[in-house]
């Protein structure tokens, strides 16, 4: 029996009339800026499109260049519902949202499913708001692809940098790290304090705290995984939603960055 994980968040944090959805998702993607990149791996925020949506599209719209070679997506989000020690699997076979359905990649499943930092959590995916807002990009940039869904919880950055070593594959596989910056803060102490993240990541140089990126986790193993693999993250787009759609007295940061 195929186990199906349905919208959590359509009607909510994007629109769940499929012909809205696509015409929203194609319209911020051409809004967006042309960088001739082929990324191996990007950091995209997770709010709802109103907010981040302009600066997620800046993100995918990083991969026109390498989108024909793309097969696999390695996703990785914060488990905002859930505690959960180490990073969950969904126990899922397939993810849909308005768009249509992403299957789980079996193989990839397999690659990690004995590491002990892993578990498999269908609660911590539940509601989990994450990971599903990338999905509609990336049905709307890739051709046909699988994914592997991880929701993050209570780790090391060691322990995400060797997942990510099982699952990094070449050029057919694509790794993106769902995270926001600061959250709740004054739009000018905002900036700079997102200022000091981005600048951080472009770096390399971790740890980065949990309350300046609510993906910091996924983040800091990613930073560990580019050491290693020699990649160079580029800032593609950073603002906050005192930018985009909401009041500046309490601002999320939002950020995209592509690392080639």
């Known amino acids: 029996m195929t186990i199906i994980r349905s919208p959590a968040v359509a009607g909510l944090f994007y629109p769940a009339d499929e012909q809205q959805l696509r015409q929203d998702v194609q319209f911020l993607l051409e809004k967006s800026d042309w960088h001739d990149l082929k990324p191996k791996a990007l950091i995209v925020p997770h709010a709802g499109y109103q907010y981040s949506g302009a600066i997620a599209a800046t993100a995918y719209a990083s991969l026109r260049a390498a989108a024909a070679n793309i097969q696999r997506v390695v996703l990785l989000g914060p488990a905002h519902r859930v505690a959960i020690h180490g990073m969950a699997l969904p126990g899922a076979d397939v993810f849909t949202t308005p768009l249509g359905g992403v299957n789980v990649d079996a193989g990839l499943v397999n690659a990690i499913a004995h590491l002990p930092q892993v578990s498999i959590s269908s609660a911590a995916h539940a509601l989990e708001h994450s990971l599903e807002v990338q999905l509609p990009f990336l049905q709307s940039v890739l051709n046909e692809f699988t994914f592997l869904p991880l929701a993050i919880g209570m780790t090391s950055a060691e322990e995400v940098a ?34 000091q993240t981005v600048q951080s990541i472009l770096q390399l140089q971790q740890p980065i705290a949990p309350d300046h990126a609510c993906g910091s986790m996924a983040i800091n193993g990613l930073i560990i995984a580019a050491q290693k693999h020699r990649l160079i993250p580029h800032l593609l787009d950073l603002r906050n939603s005192g930018d985009t759609a909401g009041t500046r007295d309490q601002v999320v940061g939002y950020a995209a960055i592509a690392f080639a």
């Open 162 to 195: 060797e997942v990510l070593d099982y699952l990094w594959g070449g050029e057919e596989t694509l790794i993106v790290i769902s995270s926001d910056l600061s959250h709740f803060l004054p739009y000018a102490t905002a900036q700079h304090i997102d200022h």
